[in-house]
């Protein structure tokens, strides 16, 4: 019983999981337009940003499967502490300097146009990192959850084995009784 609503709470997770990945996947792909509506091609910075949004849509992908094996679940958690990291200095040099970042994006919009998008894409990369600090969380939960459900199943043979070897030896000692180790 204990073992069934652990599988239960441990299915809910990984939905929970697959649900917020889809979110962070629609929210990484949202956060390209910005970038690209701001000046095409891209500037170094519009680059930068760019590349953020692709680790970000690509560790949504790989958190899609992060739950299959241990080598996933370390891929996805190292890809979005990256993107995490990628996105926090993105949103700190257009939120604390947004002038200089508009400078170095050389939008050719109107200045108020081009600030709403800065702005737009700001907003979405502080959704993105709290989306990826609460999936890197959900991913240690489930991961956790996979490991201990692999070690109880990996313990059944076991005490099985054990319980079979006591009742053999018990059997055997009634049957022939002791034996007796003699000091030689």
Not at 104 to 111: G, V
Not at 128 to 150: D, K, P, R, T, Y
């Amino acid at each position: 019983m204990a073992s069934s609503s652990s599988r239960r709470s441990c299915s809910f997770l990984l939905l929970l999981l697959s649900f917020f990945n889809f979110i962070l996947f629609i929210l990484s792909a949202t956060s390209i337009a910005p970038t690209l509506a701001l000046r095409m091609p891209p500037t170094s910075l519009g680059w930068a940003f760019l590349m953020i949004s692709s680790v970000s849509l690509l560790s949504s992908f790989v958190g899609f499967y992060s739950h299959l094996t241990h080598i996933c679940f370390i891929t996805h958690a190292s890809l979005l502490l990256a993107s995490s990291a990628g996105q926090l200095l993105g949103m700190l040099a257009l939120f604390t300097k947004e002038k200089p970042s508009l400078e170095m994006l050389r939008s050719p919009r109107d200045p108020r146009e081009a600030k709403l998008l800065v702005r737009l894409e700001c907003g979405i990369l502080m959704a993105m990192i709290v989306m990826q600090l609460g999936i890197l969380l959900l991913s240690c939960v489930v991961h956790s959850c996979s490991v201990n459900a692999e070690g109880k199943i990996a313990e059944e043979p076991v005490a099985t084995s054990e319980m079979k070897n006591r009742d053999f030896d018990e059997k055997m000692i009634n049957k022939y009784g002791k034996w007796k180790e003699s000091d030689v």
